[in-house]
């Protein structure tokens, strides 16, 4: 140790000081007394969620920098990414579009909280698909939804959940999900907005009835938006998304609402309340030195007095934002300027008006939404085997895949599976491929195998469940609802960019970017 190390390290905060910062700037804290008797024993374990369904904006860096505060406080953190929250709000965010979101998500919060400098080792992310379709939840969800009315189950949901004409059955249980999320993330506390208040009296109602402990709730206030409303992801005049170019930023802050002298649904002012002051500890004003010069204010409540009082003018504070939001803005922007990420994002929220029209009795098939279940990938029973006639590595098999008729399939395997164990074997089958000829004979399908780096000749077709049926649906975990494209069409190469990501874990299950290869009967290997 250097001399003097142990003098220059600063004291571990005390349960108050924790308290401090993990409750300032909150709107309400529900259950202050056991969250004090917590901290006298131990760290607090706390989780934040956030449905994968719009674009995350700058709104965002609220919960970010209050993140900060527990971690400065000692809490153990966790970071929930709701996908299936996102799919049960009347489907903000598609089936087969959930995969992708979660990604974007998870790749722009880990970049978010890079650039306001949180360390995130410190960070536990979880997808709610990691345990949500496990036997336990399910039965739990169940054993809620027969005690849970349906009037409180819609009341505690209306805040959060998307309101529509025809109100669907899943945002029913959209609050039973959020409140089990505290039991099976072991936390002790959940943060989230204020919106979310009914969800949390709604946890703390019922999850006692099924035996689980009654958890801490604190509350950010929620931010306006530029125009004076909610800054929601489904208005895009409201709201500032974070990798929005400089010249929007620009344009939507000159459009933002911000009266002089108005402090009131000011969305201009509250984000630098919300937002810019807890990050910083800071604001400066920049203007000329006509008006005044640069001001700096190391409180909120002085800048607020000023502007009331016509000291300090709109165009000065939006252009002073404009600046301090790019700051922030520019390491996001860097980051998803990478080919991989630039990808990720117009395949996560393809552009709309960039869709073509479906023919009729066709699927719209656009590259950008590639996910498993566009595959049509079946189990099939081996009927016959014969050496193709005209190529001696390739065997011509009849495949029974549950149609009327086998299919002819023709696969590269002579070298590597000797005929008789493919006699009578169940495989699985890739079906909507376009037939092609193959030194003559055309092949309907693909049989997938399984191949060893260390030993290249070493090729092994993949095995579904015992007891499988020709024709029963292998499916990606998580994939089961997508329906597959009718035919993949070779240009898109649909196919190819999915099978970059096939891999066999060390239990030599099939996988798909670490989700399982599965029938109704259990796993592919």
């Known amino acids: 140790m250097q001399p003097g190390g142990a003098a220059a390290m600063e004291p571990a905060p005390g349960p108050q000081e924790k308290y401090e910062l993990i409750t300032r700037n909150l709107q309400e804290v529900l259950g202050e007394?056991?969250?004090?008797?917590?901290?006298?024993e131990r760290e607090?374990?706390?989780?934040?969620?956030?449905?994968?369904?719009?674009?995350?904006?700058?709104a965002y860096f609220v919960p970010m920098s209050k993140i900060a505060d527990f971690l400065k406080a000692g809490c153990e953190v966790t970071i929930l990414f709701a996908d299936l929250h996102a799919y049960l709000d009347n489907m903000k965010a598609p089936w087969d579009l959930?995969?992708?979101?979660?990604?974007?998500?998870?790749?722009?919060?880990?970049?978010?909280?890079?650039?306001?400098?949180?360390?995130?080792?410190?960070?536990?992310?979880?997808?709610?698909?990691?345990?949500?379709?496990?036997?336990?939840?399910?039965?739990?969800?169940?054993?809620?939804?027969?005690?849970?009315?349906?009037?409180?189950?819609?009341?505690?949901?209306?805040?959060?959940?998307?309101?529509?004409?025809?109100?669907?059955?899943?945002?029913?249980?959209?609050?039973?999900?959020?409140?089990?999320?505290?039991?099976?993330?072991?936390?002790?506390?959940?943060?989230?907005?204020?919106?979310?208040r009914k969800i949390f009296t709604f946890a703390e109602k019922y999850l006692p009835s099924l035996g689980y402990a009654k958890r801490?709730?604190?509350?950010?206030?929620?931010?306006?938006?530029?125009?004076?409303?909610?800054?929601?992801?489904?208005?895009e005049d409201s709201k500032i998304d974070l990798l929005d170019r400089k010249e929007d930023v620009k344009k939507k802050l000159k459009k933002a609402f911000c009266e002089p002298g108005n402090v009131e649904n000011n969305g201009v002012l509250s984000f630098i309340k919300h937002v810019l002051f807890p990050l910083k500890s800071e604001f400066v004003v920049l203007r000329e030195e006509?008006?005044?010069?640069?001001?700096?204010?190391?409180?909120?409540?002085?800048?607020?007095?000023?502007f009331a009082e016509q000291a300090v003018h709109p165009g000065d504070l939006k252009n002073s934002v404009e600046v301090a939001l790019n700051k922030l803005l520019d390491p996001i922007r860097e980051k998803f300027n990478s080919p991989e990420l630039k990808q990720l994002t117009n395949a996560a929220y393809p552009n709309p008006s960039k869709a073509k029209p479906a023919e009729k009795g066709t699927k719209n098939s656009e590259p950008e939404n590639v996910v498993p279940s566009r595959l049509d990938i079946r189990v099939g029973k081996v009927i016959s085997v014969e050496k193709h006639p005209d190529a001696d590595s390739l065997y011509v098999e009849k495949i029974d895949v549950g149609e009327p008729e086998p299919r002819t399939?023709?696969?590269?395997?002579?070298?590597?599976?000797?005929?008789?164990?493919?006699?009578?074997?169940?495989?699985?089958?890739?079906?909507?491929?376009?037939?092609?000829k193959m030194r003559g004979v055309e092949s309907q399908g693909m049989v997938l195998c399984a191949s060893s780096l260390e030993e290249?000749?070493?090729?092994?077709?993949?095995?579904?469940?015992?007891?499988?049926?020709?024709?029963?649906?292998?499916?990606?975990?998580?994939?089961?609802?997508?329906?597959?494209?009718?035919?993949?069409?070779p240009k898109k190469k649909v196919f190819e960019k999915l099978q970059a990501d096939f891999r066999v874990s060390e239990d030599c299950v099939a996988q798909w970017k670490q989700r399982n290869f599965l029938t109704k009967l259990g796993r592919v290997s």
């Not at 994968?52 to 904006?57: E, S």
């Not at 006509?290 to 000023?306: I, M, P, S």
């Open 33 to 40: 007394d056991k969250l004090m008797d917590i901290l006298k």
């Open 456 to 489: 290249p000749r070493l090729v092994e077709p993949l095995d579904p469940p015992a007891g499988c049926c020709a024709g029963e649906r292998v499916y990606v975990e998580g994939y089961e609802g997508g329906q597959p494209d009718e035919e993949l069409k």
């Open 409 to 436: 399939v023709v696969s590269g395997l002579v070298q590597f599976v000797p005929k008789e164990q493919l006699q009578d074997r169940l495989v699985v089958l890739l079906c909507n491929l376009k037939p092609q």
């Open 290 to 306: 006509k008006w005044g010069g640069n001001k700096t204010y190391t409180a909120y409540e002085a800048l607020e007095k000023d």
């Open 216 to 235: 801490v709730h604190l509350m950010n206030p929620m931010v306006p938006g530029l125009t004076g409303s909610k800054m929601s992801s489904s208005e």
């Open 44 to 58: 607090l374990k706390i989780y934040w969620g956030t449905a994968t369904t719009g674009k995350p904006h700058v």
């Open 98 to 196: 959930l995969e992708l979101r979660s990604r974007y998500y998870e790749n722009v919060i880990k970049a978010m909280l890079e650039s306001i400098g949180v360390p995130l080792e410190k960070l536990k992310f979880v997808r709610g698909t990691d345990y949500q379709l496990s036997k336990e939840y399910t039965l739990d969800v169940y054993r809620l939804s027969s005690m849970v009315t349906q009037h409180d189950a819609k009341k505690a949901g209306a805040e959060v959940v998307k309101e529509v004409e025809h109100p669907l059955l899943s945002g029913l249980l959209y609050p039973s999900l959020q409140a089990l999320d505290e039991e099976y993330l072991k936390v002790d506390a959940q943060f989230g907005g204020v919106d979310q």
